[in-house]
């Protein structure tokens, strides 16, 4: 399939909330391009809320639900399952709709993570995206559990410490039949990936790697650049799990067989103000060391974790 060849109807329509250059936007537009007008949309607090604008001028044009913060996970489940009986009894007509939340990586790896494992240990019948820019973008960029090492936030202004959760992971440890996670510099695998999600039952989870301009510190235009950088330097893995069995895709795979060398991960670092400070520090080299130990050891553990 060629990106020219994709649905051309809109569910996300002009005149946004959103910044200029924003990925959530982006992805949210080619994830309902795959789903189709059949979908239910829930959204926790977050820059996706924030981007609707206000009634009666919203710009999702799908049926979009805010809920409350930590309730993605519960919420999702109790939608599917009250729609199902209508359905079976007849007293809706046609398909049920697919219901999707679409949560930011705060309400995804932090505060929602309790109500989201909960649903996917059950396997409600609904499709839960991620859309990770690494940070509470919306309140104005402080750290998440999402926000890599090194990462300077209003709430961890020297750089963050730790490392991030591989959420991604601990989802298909839950057993749930789908989980992918994606890219917005490769929308075709966006695409075949919602696709594929919502031809399967049960708890579904796909992530997408969302470079945010404004949190991020970089020029509006580049956000794909940015994602694609994230890919090619192993920042960011393609990879998905179907019933257990993962397989790494695309650049990813390749990185890890050894078919393509890893761009230096400082062409990712310099393309974003964030880290800044870290490349002027007299420990640069230091820093750049443990990020690309780190990119290594992910990259062996995910193709280790593939051969299962
Ligand atoms: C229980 C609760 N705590 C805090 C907030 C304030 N709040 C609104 S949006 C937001 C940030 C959300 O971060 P994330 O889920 O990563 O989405 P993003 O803003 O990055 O798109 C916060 C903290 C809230 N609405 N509810
Ligand atoms: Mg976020």
Redesign the pocket.
């Known amino acids: 399939m060629n990106i020219k060849e994709l649905p051309e109807i809109e569910y996300i329509i002009p005149g946004t909330g959103a910044c200029a250059g924003c990925p ?1 936007t982006i992805g949210l537009r080619l994830v309902g391009k795959a789903l189709g007008e059949n979908a239910i949309c829930l959204l ?7 981007s609707m604008g206000m009634t009666p001028k919203t710009c999702y044009s799908f049926p979009a639900l805010n809920i ?3 309730s993605a996970g519960a919420s999702g489940g109790a939608i599917s399952m009250a729609l199902d009986p209508l359905y079976s009894k007849k007293r809706l007509e046609g398909e049920k709709p697919v219901v999707f939340a679409w ?9 929602g993570f309790q109500g989201l494992s909960a649903a996917a240990e059950r396997n409600d019948d609904f499709i839960f995206f991620c ?3 690494e ?5 104005g960029n ?1 750290r ?1 559990g ?1 926000t890599p090492q090194y990462v300077p936030t209003t709430t961890s202004p020297l750089g963050k410490e730790m490392l991030q959760k591989n959420v991604p992971l601990l989802m298909l440890e839950h057993r749930p039949p789908y989980v992918a996670t994606a890219s917005l510099a490769y929308p075709l695998d966006l695409y075949r990936k919602v696709e594929k999600a919502k031809s399967i039952k049960g708890f579904r989870y796909i992530e997408i790697h969302m470079p ?1 301009c404004t ?1 991020w510190k970089f020029p509006a235009a580049e956000t794909i650049e940015v994602s694609r950088l994230a890919i090619r330097t192993g920042s960011w893995l393609l990879w998905e799990a179907e019933n257990g069995k993962l397989s790494l895709n695309g650049v990813t795979a390749a990185l890890a067989e050894g078919k393509r060398k890893p761009l230096p991960v400082e062409e990712y670092l310099k393309a974003q103000g964030r880290y800044a400070w870290l490349l002027k520090s007299p420990d640069k080299d230091y820093y750049i060391g443990n990020i690309e130990n780190n990119i290594r050891r992910e990259l062996e553990f995910m193709a280790g974790r593939a051969k299962l």
């Open positions: 959530s926790t607090p977050s820059c996706a809320v924030a409350c913060f930590a949560v930011g990586d705060g309400g995804t790896y932090d505060i859309y990770n820019n940070a509470y973008s919306n309140t402080q998440s999402a945010c949190s």
